[in-house]
T-cell receptor, first 113, second 113 residues
Framework: AQSVTQLDSQVPVFEEAPVELRCNYS??????LFWYVQYPNQGLQLLLK??????LVKGINGFEAEFNKSQTSFHLRKPSVHISDTAEYFC???????????FGEGTQLTVNP | ETGVTQTPRHLVMGMTNKKSLKCEQH?????MYWYKQSAKKPLELMFV???????ENNSVPSRFSPECPNSSHLFLHLHTLQPEDSALYLC????????????FGPGTRLTVL
């Protein structure tokens, strides 16, 4: 079975600062990894995904994530955040051979002016 | 309509009422899911349907009754709910029920009085 840990429940940052949201996973097999964003009172929207190939994955809204197999991590980064990036971010993992998604507990990103 | 739609977006009901939540996906997917999202709690997977067959039921109380009449529609029938059932109910779909990303609807915000 797979599991995922989001290391920070809340991350406050100032506008135009860089941000990193941390995600570590546990699995004995190859994995697929995902980041989702949820704005208030909305569903989850896929930001980016790693299935195979390049370990640096670029997503929507200027976000990117790097798959690090040795550290079992998939941290999400943005070089300069905007107020509109304030939302909850979820990391998710599934086995590449086929399993359901397992979600982390979420990280609330708050961007302050 | 595109993507995954859910109706109603908001619902207030008494503990003795019977209501239904509706989900429709326009993506040609074969798997559909119900999740419960409560404040300060992780996302809870409730039910999974694959090719219209229920393949997972995560110990959900019988006052929640899912129905999947075809691969595009999913319902959640509610009866004699409790105040602790108040939450955001999210519907999702995916190409298959294993391995790949899920696409979420906007959710139904349910309040049980």
């Amino acid at each position: 079975a797979q599991s995922v840990t989001q290391l920070d429940s809340q991350v406050p940052v100032f506008e135009e600062a860089p941000v990193e949201l941390r995600c570590n996973y546990s699995s004995s097999v190859s994995v697929y990894l995902f980041w989702y964003v949820q704005y208030p009172n909305q569903g989850l929207q896929l930001l980016l995904k790693y299935l195979s190939g390049s370990t640096l994955v670029k997503g929507i809204n200027g976000f990117e994530a790097e798959f690090n197999k040795s550290q079992t991590s998939f941290h999400l980064r943005k070089p300069s955040v905007h107020i509109s990036d304030t939302a909850e971010y979820f990391c998710a993992v599934s086995a590449a051979s086929g399993s359901r998604l397992t979600f982390g507990e979420g990280t609330q990103l708050t961007v302050n002016p | 309509e595109t993507g995954v739609t859910q109706t109603p977006r908001h619902l207030v009901m008494g503990m003795t009422n019977k209501k239904s939540l509706k989900c429709e996906q326009h993506l040609g997917h074969n798997a559909m899911y119900w999740y419960k999202q409560s404040a300060k709690k992780p996302l809870e997977l409730m039910f999974v349907y694959s090719l219209e067959e229920r393949v997972e039921n995560n110990s959900v109380p019988s006052r929640f009754s899912p129905e999947c009449p075809n691969s595009s529609h999913l319902f959640l029938h509610l009866h004699t709910l409790q105040p602790e059932d108040s939450a955001l109910y999210l519907c999702a779909s995916s190409q298959t029920d294993r391995g790949r990303e899920q696409f979420f609807g906007p959710g139904t915000r349910l309040t049980v009085l």
